[in-house]
């Protein structure tokens, strides 16, 4: 049983966060694809398909990786440039059911350790992470999810994040890795890993970027070639229902 998220945030932290990613909680946009052009220097989201090389998550981001089927594998969701200090956050990947699963893992507050994982908590990833006091609960609403439950027509693993209000030193000045989800190859082919267009970066006051039609920003995406086939090795537990809260 999942803890009821939204009970044990402030009330103040849910309206912030809320009010913060206000974009997000409207119906789905419809967009599709989005710009690849690197720009140098801009700023953008992009998907690291591969955190094992180079120095770790987003360093170098990688759009493409080869991965074994049965094996587990990583990737990052990289931010670079934020013209201001980011305050909160909702990233949303889809991918392919048919050629990756990423398990699911029981919420537990203030969830920076969960699948997608922050790059906060216990587990890190490359350096700077988002500094302390982050809480990725998703006010009640987004809480971790490796597919949203809420969303049954596609794969998408999701987390929200904001700062804990009491501590006006939390927020990510710098750009860098902001969480690293874990899949599982359950077949072969290419799978194209998209930011979902509500995926969303917020300043302190508003919204500064946004991988569909407010605010658009460079939202790069990555493919992962699963190669081997067959079906997966059950190393890893698939999303359970059991443990969905209600949404608010
Ligand atoms: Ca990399
Ligand atoms: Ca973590
Ligand atoms: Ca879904």
Partial sequence: MRLPLLLALPGMV??????????????????????????QGAFELAIDADVENGNGACDPIDDEADVEAGATHQVAVCVLNPPVPIFAFLTRVVYDGQLNRAPELPDVLPALDDNPDANAGDTTFSSPDLGARW???????????????????KQDAVLACIPDLRDPDTTLVQGGPLAVITFQAVGQGDDHLEFDPTTEISGESTTIGTCGEVSPISCRDAVLHNAGGGPAVAALPEASPEGSPGRR
């Avoid at 849910?14 to 989005?34: C, F, N, T, Y």
């Avoid at 609960?137 to 597919?147: A, C, L, N």
């Fill in 14 to 39: 849910v309206i912030a966060g809320v009010m913060a990613l206000a974009v997000v909680a409207r119906p789905s946009l419809v967009a599709e694809g989005q710009a690849s052009s690197m720009q």
């Fill in 135 to 153: 809480n990725c609960s998703g006010f009640g609403i987004y809480p971790p999810r490796g597919d949203d439950e809420y969303t049954p027509e």
